[in-house]
């Protein structure tokens, strides 16, 4: 399934949804490349989505598929 095969809401509310679950995953577990550019985030944040970025890179073979962009 690619990206633009998700059923990917217009906005996610803490209330009601579980973004790491409903949102991250299923996009990060689907993406050829991940970038991200932020001034701040927890390594918690980043542990939580870590298996699905591992399963792009080994899928994709591409150590240049995860990367911060400063």
Do not use: W
């Not at 949804?17 to 991940?34: E, K």
């Not at 932020?38 to 150590?63: H, N, Q």
């Amino acid at each position: 399934m690619n990206l633009d095969e998700l059923k990917i809401q217009e906005d996610y509310r803490s209330d009601r949804d579980h973004l790491i679950n409903d949102f991250y995953l299923p996009c990060l577990g689907r993406a050829t490349v991940y970038s991200r550019a932020v001034g701040f985030f927890s390594s918690s944040s980043l542990i939580a989505v870590s298996k699905a970025m591992v399963r792009t890179i080994l899928e994709k073979k591409d150590k240049k598929a995860v990367h911060q962009i400063r």
